[in-house]
């Protein structure tokens, strides 16, 4: 028996499409833990940050750019990038670009990705899947660094976006690390 009606499994399969245990008794007011005792759509701590983002906005209206990552569909991390079956056809390790952006810094093959503490060399996919003033790098790239004993890794090498996260930026509400979101400049390699 569990819960508070101390139901049994086999009531449980003994009425597959479900039990009537009564009327629905409102619960909020003893498991809400807010100061005012309500739901809080807008807390304060998240009001007090939106200044923040805004400026964030400004940023990227004047030409600056923000990179975030992204995940594919065969990888996970980079664990995966060894298995040549998962790896082969067209580099997934490349710098998404938004055509008007593309056009208006004259991006070719390559882009050369620069954020306060680091820079890497990516290849360059046009696409509207990205936002302009938005980029994209997807993480766990980077296999050619010494040491890496990976072969078919290393033949799909692609680059390492951790050498551009800023480690003077964290979230101030969590303090978490920001590793998506980091401001950067692109130009053509």
């Not at 056809?89 to 056009?103: I, N, S």
Request: proline share 8%.
């Amino acid at each position: 028996r569990t819960g508070p009606y101390g139901l049994t499994l086999d009531q449980l399969l003994e009425h597959p499409h479900g039990l009537d245990l009564g009327p629905m008794e409102p619960r909020p007011p003893d498991v809400l833990r807010t100061p005012s005792g309500m739901v809080e759509l807008a807390p304060e701590l998240i009001v007090a940050d939106v200044e923040r983002l805004r400026a964030s906005l400004e940023r990227r209206a004047n030409g600056g750019f923000v990179l975030i990552g992204r995940r594919q569909v065969r990888s996970n991390n980079s664990w995966m990038h060894n298995v040549n079956v998962l790896v082969k056809g067209k580099a997934r390790c490349t710098l998404q670009v938004h055509p008007d952006d593309a056009a208006r810094l004259g991006l070719g093959a390559d882009a050369k990705v620069s954020s306060r503490v680091g820079a890497v060399i990516a290849p360059v996919e046009v696409t509207d899947a990205v936002m302009p003033g938005v980029v994209s790098l997807p993480h766990g790239w980077g296999h050619d660094l010494p040491g890496v004993e990976l072969d078919v890794a290393r033949a799909h090498a692609g680059v390492n976006s951790n050498l551009l996260a800023d480690d003077t930026l964290f979230d101030p509400i969590s303090g978490n690390a920001v590793f998506n979101g980091i401001p950067v400049e692109i130009a053509p390699a």
